[in-house]
């Protein structure tokens, strides 16, 4: 694809990247799951970016941002995050004796907040959403002085560049893949791996997935611009935002072929899919890429098919009222649910 000059990642500095973080975040399972499969119509590999001490892919770009706030001469790192990104940079900060603030809503998962403030970050909860609490986690920062470093994910290009060795990953585990399933919300890590596959393997289609109830980066990415929403309303929490960036919106247009959108229920059963053929207890954002098969099953048909499992902080009574109550005419999946039976394809061991 032309046009990768303009993309603000370099290669080189992606497989840079993959010296400072800590081993505990790489090389993570990449399982080829033919019960899902089964049910969904096209060979499904799940690439599981949760058995990390955050659980979720996030340790990626922040054990890179931390690395180079260090160098820099940073004493304290602030972030806005809807939990995931707060935990990582946590985790990221205690290893390197960096002080860490985490700004979130006042609605932010309180699973989240708990294990945020478990890794010693300070905690400070502010107004409805992630966009409320950018603002006040750049006042802090601001008012910090010079040894204050602001972490605004997707943004900080060293967060896109962690996240993109998701896709190092995927091309050297899987040379015949078709379609990366990518779920967006700021957008690091779509376009970390979208950068990628664009430059070291661009027969791959790369499609990035958003809740409809939270659709303002797919509504930007149509219309080549900018635009925000007033609101947010979907449960996953993690893609949640309201106002794209504008030097990530000119990466995805750039590395993605196309941004799907999908429905509430699709989410949950999504969720219910990788619980009943997986054995995955996930949260919302990580069922984004089954959600859009179950959609548009046809599209995937006999298809190579990776989608990225990016988190399972769930809450355990939102799982369970989510995934395990009766569901709600869920889009329809052609197979009865099948044991767990899930292989990685650089072990070929089963998932136990």
């Known amino acids: ?46 690439k599981v970016e949760t058995l ?43 290893r390197r004796g960096l002080a860490v603030t ?10 989240k907040l708990r294990q945020i403030a478990a890794f010693g970050a300070d905690v400070r909860l502010d107004g409805e959403d992630i966009e409320d609490a950018r603002l006040l986690a750049r006042e802090i920062t601001e008012a910090d002085g010079d040894g204050a470093h602001l972490v605004e994910d997707s943004l900080d290009l060293a967060t896109c560049e962690g996240a993109a060795t998701i896709g ?9 893949l078709d379609v ?67 030097e990530v919106l000119a990466d995805l247009l750039l590395v993605l072929d196309d941004v799907i959108l999908v429905g509430e229920e699709s989410i949950k059963a999504g969720m219910r899919a990788l619980y009943e053929h997986a054995g995955l207890v996930v949260e919302p954002s990580a069922a984004l890429g089954i959600a859009a098969v179950l959609e548009s099953p046809k599209r995937f048909a006999g298809r190579r098919v990776t989608t990225i ?21 869920p889009p329809s999946m052609s197979d009865p649910p099948s044991p767990p039976a899930c292989a990685s394809r650089h072990e070929g061991e089963p998932m136990a």
């Not at 892919?57 to 806005?80: H, L, Y």
């Not at 985490?102 to 699973?111: E, K, S």
């Not at 190092?168 to 015949?176: A, S, T, W, Y």
């Open 309 to 329: 499992v990016c988190g399972n902080n769930a809450v355990p009574a939102d799982f369970a009222r989510w995934v395990l109550a009766p569901a709600t005419d």
């Open 168 to 176: 190092l990953e995927l091309v050297r585990d899987d040379p015949g």
């Open 180 to 246: 990366v399933l990518v779920a967006i919300g700021g957008g690091a890590m779509a376009s970390g791996v979208g950068y990628v596959m664009r430059s070291l393997a661009e027969h791959v289609q790369v499609i990035g997935i958003q809740p409809l109830g939270a659709p303002a980066m797919s509504l930007s990415w149509r219309r080549g611009t900018v635009v925000e929403t007033d609101r947010v309303a979907t449960i996953a929490d993690g893609v949640a935002g309201r106002c794209p960036i504008p």
């Open 1 to 46: 694809m032309s046009g990768l000059d303009r993309v603000r990642l370099r290669l080189d500095r992606v497989r840079d990247a993959t010296g400072v973080i800590d081993p505990v975040f790489l090389d993570t399972p990449a399982l080829l799951c033919p019960p899902l499969g089964r049910a969904l119509g096209c060979s499904m590999t799940l």
């Open 52 to 94: 990390n001490p955050v659980r979720s892919f996030k340790g990626r770009g922040t054990e890179t941002v931390a690395a180079v706030a260090q160098w820099n001469g940073a004493s304290r790192m602030v972030c806005a995050s809807a939990g995931n990104l707060g935990q990582a940079l946590a985790y990221s900060g205690s």
């Open 102 to 111: 985490v700004v979130a809503a006042r609605t932010a998962n309180p699973l």
